[in-house]
């Protein structure tokens, strides 16, 4: 199979997987917004924080350096998994005994919702163990392109873990719903991952291989860190500053934008990664992916994020109590910026690909600088919808920074990087508009039918526009859906004769 139907099927099959699984926790999200409070919600993602600190300590790096590494698979992959399990457990018993240290960081209404806090973190370290014994297997998927199989554990995970805390929550376990299904959902998918994958430890250890990779390890661990913190810091900073309840209504702000936009842009980065990784010699090769994928995914995720936009004052008043309602103009602001985002995924990836993790690590840090200061005064001064606002400024700006820095890495300009992605930003900024003038007609933003008309206008209006403004784009993906139904129908055909 050639590469390029692989990185198509591979990003079929993944994007299946994102559909799935996040299509089933964003029903969870939405029933369990209706039985607990936003206070309850924002004392589990304080846990939660303090999890995906320690998460990045747990991967250490040593999966993408698996992924990166051509050749001595069964030894690279006995190194991964020795050093992730031991990693894990040292992690689970560290957050154990250090727990009480770590919550007294936060701002919560009374002492008994520190001790909360501290009980929840010391269970949720179970999936830092967890996890850690089935990601060499994961990595070794995603280095195989074989993300039919990977999609298993995915959905597997989210369905125990939804299906779990919604039941739980119905019981009544309040905020322990959410912390146990967590942790079982994350059993789960281990066991799952061992099922599906083939591959088994021999506990052998090529000295060999130890310095290349962790060195890769290192450099790529350094890139979550920064990452996870760019991505995680105004959570930290609202949980220090404004406490549970500001957060729960930002989490959940913040969440679905998350689950329908940014998650579909990480769910193709990671079909991405390992087929870059294999163009790392061609230059010319890895221009051309990165130039298209930049194309497609902005002709999906422009409308997406917009669309969201439009409709986010009627959604949330229709699916939600009115509790919640205080995080509408915050999600509002948030759609654009998870858009503004999805730009950013793929000068990470040809840097990785390219054995070049130290950029992602400077920028890092440049972004760091600019994000940090922005946000907290964000909140000190406006709240939850100041940090929204500083998360989209700052997120401008690491465009255009990115946008520089890979055009002299992969040598194409700034300027055909914007030229590719204002067709499908404009056309998506139109259709916009023009569900927004349908509100119009629904003073009180509570109807069912109006939300429903609102979207099939949209997309209407967005599919007439991008066709007038992008038409190559559009024929392009039509004629590759077209390519992949015909050679997926053939090997059906294949698979029945035989």
């Known amino acids: 199979m050639s590469l390029g139907r692989q990185a198509a099927q591979g ?34 993602g304080m846990a939660l924080l303090v999890i995906l600190v320690l998460d990045i300590l747990r991967d250490f790096g040593i999966g993408a350096a698996l992924i990166y590494q051509q050749g001595d698979e069964q030894a690279a992959a006995d190194l991964t998994f020795i050093l992730s399990t031991g990693i ?56 195989q392109i074989d993300f039919r199989r990977k999609m298993i554990p995915e959905v597997g995970r989210t369905l125990i873990k939804g299906l779990l805390q919604v039941a739980l929550a119905l019981m009544g376990y309040g905020v322990w719903s959410l912390v146990i299904g967590q942790v079982v959902g994350e059993a789960c998918a281990t066991i799952l991952l061992w099922l ?37 810091v105004d959570y930290l900073i609202i949980g220090r500053l404004l406490g549970e309840a500001a957060l729960g209504l930002y989490t959940l702000a913040f969440r679905i934008p998350e689950l329908i936009i940014r998650n579909l842009a990480q769910a193709v980065s990671n079909v991405a990664f390992p087929v870059a990784a294999r163009l790392q010699a061609d230059l010319a090769s890895l221009r051309d992916a990165y130039l298209r994928m930049q194309h497609y995914m902005m002709v999906i995720l422009a409308p997406m994020g917009f669309g969201l936009y439009a409709i986010t004052p ?26 503004i985002g999805g730009i950013g995924h793929w000068p990470g990836v040809i840097y990785k690909a390219m054995g ?18 922005v946000l907290w005064w964000g909140a000190a001064n406006y709240g939850i919808e100041g940090v929204a606002w500083g998360q ?37 900024i139109i259709m916009a508009a023009a569900m927004r003038a349908l509100f119009l007609l629904d ?9 429903a008309a609102c979207i099939l206008a949209g997309g209407l209006i967005y599919a007439v526009v991008i066709w007038l403004l992008d038409r190559e784009a559009v024929l392009r993906m039509l004629t590759l ?18």
């Open 392 to 428: 989209l400024g700052a997120r401008i700006v690491s465009m255009i920074i990115d946008m520089a820095v890979v055009s002299r890495i992969v040598h194409v300009s700034v300027l055909s990087n914007l030229r590719i992605i204002s067709p499908p930003i404009g056309a998506a």
């Open 314 to 339: 009627i959604l949330m008043r229709v699916l939600f109590k009115p509790q919640w309602e205080p995080a509408i103009p915050v999600m509002e602001v948030l759609t654009i910026y998870m858009v």
């Open 11 to 44: 990003a079929i099959w993944n994007y299946a997987a994102f559909l799935v699984s996040k299509g089933l926790l964003f029903v969870a999200t939405l029933v369990l917004a209706r039985i607990l409070s936003p206070a309850q919600f924002g004392l589990v």
């Open 196 to 232: 599906v994958s083939s591959w088994r430890p021999t506990f052998k250890i090529e000295r060999r291989l130890v310095r290349p990779m962790l060195g890769y390890s290192v450099h790529i661990m350094m890139v979550n860190g920064l990452g996870t913190f760019l991505t995680d």
């Open 443 to 451: 003073p009180t933003q509570r109807s069912v039918p109006m939300l």
């Open 88 to 143: 894990g457990l040292l992690l689970f018993l560290a957050n154990w005994t250090l727990a009480p240290l770590t919550a007294q960081f936060f701002k919560t209404n009374s002492p008994q919702d520190t001790a909360t806090v501290v009980s929840l973190l010391q269970v949720l370290g179970l999936s830092l163990l967890f996890a850690s014994i089935g990601s060499t297997q994961d990595s070794l998927l995603q280095k």
């Open 356 to 373: 070049r993790p130290d950029i992602l690590n400077r920028l890092g840090f440049v972004k760091l600088t600019i994000l940090v200061p």
């Open 481 to 498: 859906a077209r390519s992949m139904l015909r050679r997926g129908a053939t090997a059906t055909e294949g698979e029945g004769v035989g």
